[in-house]
């Protein structure tokens, strides 16, 4: 899913689907693509400021299906 600082983040049932080690690696991924943007950001170079709350979103929610597996078990 990643390439650089180009996420797309999924739906909400598409990370439910994914497994832990997946998940895992979509959360490491997403929060290298945030600091690149963040370093962007600070250097005045990202056109869409927008995607940092996008990632921020996708980020969240693979949280929230990791706690919700762990409940789970």
Same mark, same amino acid.
């Given at each position: 899913? $990643? @390439?650089?600082? @180009?996420? @797309?983040?999924?739906? #909400?049932?598409?990370? +439910?689907? #994914?497994? &832990? !080690?997946?998940l895992n690696d979509e959360l490491k991924a997403i929060?290298?693509?945030i600091f690149q943007l963040k370093f962007k950001r600070?250097? +005045?170079? #990202? &056109? !869409?400021?927008?995607?940092?709350?996008?990632?921020?979103h996708a980020y969240a929610q693979i949280k @929230?299906? #990791?706690a919700e597996k $762990? +409940? $789970?078990v």
């Amino acid at each position: 899913m $990643a @390439t650089n600082d @180009t996420i @797309t983040p999924k739906s #909400l049932d598409d990370y +439910r689907g #994914l497994s &832990e !080690t997946d998940l895992n690696d979509e959360l490491k991924a997403i929060d290298g693509a945030i600091f690149q943007l963040k370093f962007k950001r600070a250097l +005045r170079q #990202l &056109e !869409t400021p927008g995607d940092i709350r996008k990632l921020k979103h996708a980020y969240a929610q693979i949280k @929230t299906v #990791l706690a919700e597996k $762990a +409940r $789970a078990v």
